[in-house]
């Protein structure tokens, strides 16, 4: 079984960057897709970014220009940059993995590391 350990998050100031790295239990394993979504208080979760084993990203429109991800895929590991950090981009950042062939359809999900923006 495939496990996602999040590193990063805590508090940052607005207008500041956040950097959080994921790495996966495994590093032999493939994993398709790896990537970041977070749940505000109240909200439904919601997708940062995601990359591909083959370095193809998806960003939703509110996200781009201040948001970057980057893998190593021998290590399966995943970084996520957010620049321009607003109270708004406060939530739960959970790390997520998957591939059709060693997570199952739902994928891996990581614990979740808190990100508070506030001054």
């Known amino acids: 079984q495939v496990q996602l350990v999040e590193f990063g998050g805590g508090l940052v100031q607005p207008g500041g960057t956040l950097r959080l790295s994921c790495a996966a239990t495994?590093?032999?394993?493939?994993?398709?897709?790896m990537g970041w979504y977070r749940q505000a208080p109240g909200k439904q979760r919601e997708l940062v970014a995601w990359?591909?084993?083959?370095?193809?990203?998806n960003l939703p429109d509110s996200m781009k220009g201040r948001c970057f991800i980057s893998r190593d895929g021998a290590k399966n590991t995943v970084e996520l940059q957010i620049d321009s950090l607003a109270p708004e981009d406060t939530a739960v950042y959970y790390c997520?993995?998957?591939?059709?062939?060693?997570?199952?359809?739902?994928?891996?999900w990581g614990r979740g590391t808190q990100v508070t923006v506030s001054s």
């Open positions: 990359i591909t084993s083959g370095g193809s990203t």
């Open positions: 997520y993995a998957w591939d059709p062939q060693n997570t199952g359809s739902a994928g891996v």
């Open positions: 495994t590093r032999t394993l493939r994993l398709e897709r």
